[in-house]
């Protein structure tokens, strides 16, 4: 295996917990902005935290994922393995929900947020799954 290898897995690795990181804090972000009346200053000191942790933590840490992860698997050659492939799906669902929290994110920042607390708490919950998910597949390599 190449001698970079483990530099690009250690810097996957990094990118992988900012974009964590940021999928679990926004939609706790949204739970509290839905109850900041619009146009408050809470609700534009929201906006801007929320604005800030996508476009400056969020989007290139996703970036660099997508960019670690294939060459990960083309140097090691991880293409035609089941948990890889299945791991793949969990990825690009996670890059789903990622952009599902964008377009609310622009709800709120015009605000027509039309969501409740308790969707924003529900929707916290599936890059936890996914995370989960990921992790087992990659370290138990089950299949």
């Known amino acids: 295996m190449a001698a970079y290898f483990e530099w690009i897995k250690a810097l996957h690795i990094i990118a992988v917990i900012a974009w ?19 146009r408050s200053e809470k609700s534009e000191t929201f906006k801007v935290m929320e604005r800030r942790l996508l476009r400056a933590i969020m989007n290139p ?3 660099v994922v997508w960019i670690t992860g294939p ?19 969990f990825v690009v669902m996670t890059t789903g929900v990622h952009h599902a929290f964008g377009r609310w994110r622009k709800n709120f920042e ?5 969501r409740s607390e308790r969707f924003y708490r529900i929707a916290n919950e599936v890059p936890t799954v996914a995370m989960i998910v990921i992790v087992i597949l990659v370290v138990v390599k089950p299949f």
């Open 20 to 38: 964590m990181a940021g999928l679990l804090y926004l939609p706790r972000l949204f739970v509290y902005h839905c109850s900041a009346a619009a």
């Open 61 to 63: 840490a996703m970036i």
């Open 71 to 89: 060459a990960m698997a083309w140097i090691a050659d991880y293409w035609y393995e089941p948990w890889f492939l299945a791991k793949l799906v």
């Open 110 to 114: 015009a605000d027509r947020n039309s």
